[in-house]
């Protein structure tokens, strides 16, 4: 009731606001009931927390926070959120379980990971997928000098893509003769990035290294070792030469194109079709406390999704992105990547328009089948040590994804008439199996076991 009471003297206050200024009756009129309508529109829940405060890390991939916040999503829900960028995942995972932050963006595996028993355990809930896609792997000049000449090129000269890792296969073979150990970077041993360069070298047969209770650097055996690097100073970091290569969401993967220092040769895109990227979380018991918070946050956001797929959204969405206070990337950067094209060599700039995905294809939902992924690779790399019946998969993941508060919000949303009924998928919350790999293997979630033991690299379970 505070919170309509809130809209509703805003709304006067800018009317009268409006009558000061002397401004034509008809303009003032049409401002006036449009504010109204959108007062009336939203069905304001019953507020436990509206003071919030948000992290997350400079990645194109944050923006339904920004744009919930710059859009007025929040306020129509009666939150007042700070969002505040942090230093690095930890930092992330670390201030949010301590109650420092209420929510962040987050890596997907960062929950998950907080429930099965690999780092810092604690109580972690996702209602909210924040986007499909959106990151690359991007090498070094140097070394995408040697690996071109293992490339396939097509009849205008340029590479064939999806770029495979067998053409990073010599280059490292080469180091491995010269002595030099061949070094890449990720932003964490529980992100995306991490499973997804190592999906893709271990696809052509490149151990990327296991991990054991006693080893957590995860680099027994492996023939590229993979180490952490905070998303902004990849660049700088590959500049330098202290890595190789690395995998990171935009925007800097274009940066290094923008920077003549490397060349992005793969994107997840390519290594699984429409993958889930980062997820906003919260502590279990936050949620358990402010239900009706935890709803309207959510509510905010999936209109910020369904805002940036929009036509014609994204070159607005790059400005509030290119704001210090955001990723605080040059625009042309952010441009490359969030206006439905990728730059890979300088001037091989290619059409991708779903590099970044936040509202199609049910970005937003929560599947369980996108989590038990996350879980089958910390198994398959030995984050998780120990072998776990199928059903520990299903059980573990229905603790930490939360489709049911998604649920909640997108009814409200429909009600409202901002979404589509049709826009809530009817679901187990399981997608179908398939085989959008770059490497062709089926993925079913229903099967961990089996598609763990589908792998040549990796640990096997009975």
Same mark, same amino acid.
Not at 84 to 102: F, T, Y
């Given at each position: 009731? &505070? ?72 306020? =129509? ?20 379980? =301590? ?79 010269? +002595? ?11 992100? #995306? ?18 991990? #054991? ?16 690097? /905070? ?10 030469? #202290? ?16 920077? +003549? ?50 036509? +014609? ?35 091989? &700039?290619?059409?991708?328009? =779903? ?28 984050? %998780? ?12 993941? &229905? ?8 649920? &909640? ?7 409202? +008439?901002?979404? /589509? ?12 199996? #398939?085989? =959008? ?19 040549? %690299? ?5």
């Amino acid at each position: 009731m &505070k919170s309509v009471l809130k809209k509703s003297a805003w709304a006067l206050s800018v009317s009268l606001l409006l009558f000061s200024c002397g401004g034509k009756d008809s303009k003032k009129k049409a401002i006036t009931e449009e504010i109204a309508e959108n007062v009336s529109k939203t069905k304001t829940l019953d507020i436990e927390k509206p003071q919030l405060t948000f992290g997350f890390i400079k990645l194109t991939d944050m923006a339904p926070l920004a744009i919930a916040k710059e859009k007025g999503f929040f306020e =129509d829900e009666g939150l007042f959120v700070s969002v505040e960028a942090q230093s690095n995942w930890k930092n992330v995972l670390d201030r949010v379980i =301590d109650g420092q932050l209420d929510g962040s963006h987050m890596l997907a595996g960062q929950p998950i990971a907080a429930g099965a028993g690999f780092g810092r355990q604690a109580e972690l809930v996702t209602a909210f997928s924040m986007d499909l896609n959106g990151n690359g792997i991007t090498v070094s000049n140097d070394v995408w000098s040697k690996m071109k000449a293992n490339v396939p090129m097509g009849e205008d000269g340029k590479p064939i893509h999806p770029i495979k890792a067998d053409a990073l296969k010599p280059v490292i073979a080469e180091y491995k003769n010269n +002595g030099n150990a061949f070094k890449m970077g990720m932003v964490f041993p529980v992100s #995306t990035h991490n499973y997804e360069i190592r999906y893709w070298l271990a696809a052509a047969g490149i151990h990327p290294g296991m991990y #054991t209770a006693e080893n957590v650097q995860g680099q027994i055996d492996a023939e590229v070792l993979l180490s952490v690097t /905070p998303p902004p100073q990849m660049p700088a970091t590959l500049e330098a030469g #202290t890595i190789y290569g690395y995998c990171v969401g935009e925007p800097w993967n274009q940066q290094a194109v923008f920077k +003549g220092i490397g060349v992005p040769v793969v994107t997840n895109y390519d290594i699984w079709k429409n993958n889930p990227e980062k997820v906003f979380v919260m502590t279990k018991k936050f949620v358990e406390e402010n239900p009706n918070t935890a709803i309207a946050v959510t509510k905010a956001l999936i209109r910020a999704g369904k805002w940036l797929d929009e036509p +014609g959204n994204r070159a607005e969405a790059v400005k509030i992105l290119s704001m210090p206070q955001y990723v605080g990337a040059d625009e042309v950067v952010l441009a490359n990547s969030m206006t439905g094209t990728f730059e890979f060599e300088k001037g091989d &700039k290619r059409e991708m328009p =779903d590099f970044n995905v936040f509202y199609k294809y049910n970005a937003t939902y929560p599947f369980f089948s996108d989590g038990i992924w996350f879980l089958t690779q910390m198994r398959r790399w030995g984050q %998780i040590p120990e072998a776990k019946p199928a059903d520990w998969y299903a059980e573990t993941i &229905k603790d930490i994804y939360r489709p049911d508060i998604w649920k &909640k919000a997108a009814s409200l949303l429909v009600e409202e +008439g901002y979404i /589509p009924a049709s826009d809530i998928p009817q679901t187990d919350g399981y997608k179908p199996v #398939t085989t =959008d790999f770059i490497d062709g293997t089926s993925y079913d979630a229903k099967d961990p076991i089996g598609y763990i033991n589908s792998f040549k %690299i990796g640990n096997k379970d009975k």
